[in-house]
Nanobody, 115 residues
Framework: QVQLVESGGGLVQPGGSLTLSCAAS????????MGWYRQAPGKQRELVAS???????KYADSVKGRFTISRDNVKNTMYLQMNSLEPEDTAVYYC?????????WGQGTQVTVSA
């Protein structure tokens, strides 16, 4: 069955870096446009970055220049390199299809940016 497993989150100080991974299985990952989403406490889930099957990339304005999305279609894995992290980046991060998150959500990975 379809499975998305996010990992790589943790506690980091402001200005620090983390790299998230999304391991996909149960569907043809290589033909799907994918996105990283995040949900902060008390807020709606929002799209952070997206990447199509051909490698076209877009970022939310709030992370542009700090985050880098990439994918490895051989490993069925998507990544999010996060630099210059800010307290406002604190959230649970999820991966799913884009533009419509139609796949079963994974458990997400918690990112906490705090001194």
């Amino acid at each position: 069955q379809v499975q998305l497993v996010e990992s790589g989150g943790g506690l980091v100080q402001p200005g620090g870096s983390l790299t998230l991974s999304c391991a996909a299985s149960g569907f043809d990952f290589s033909i799907y446009a994918m996105g990283w989403y995040r949900q902060a406490p008390g807020k709606q889930r929002e799209l952070v970055a997206s990447i199509t099957s051909l490698g076209n990339i877009k970022y939310a304005d709030s992370v542009k220049g700090r985050f880098t999305i990439s994918r490895d279609n051989v490993k069925n894995t998507m990544y999010l390199q996060m630099n210059s992290l800010e307290p406002e980046d604190t959230a649970v991060y999820y991966c799913n299809s884009f533009p419509r998150p139609a796949l079963t959500w994974g458990q997400g990975t918690q990112v906490t940016v705090s001194a």
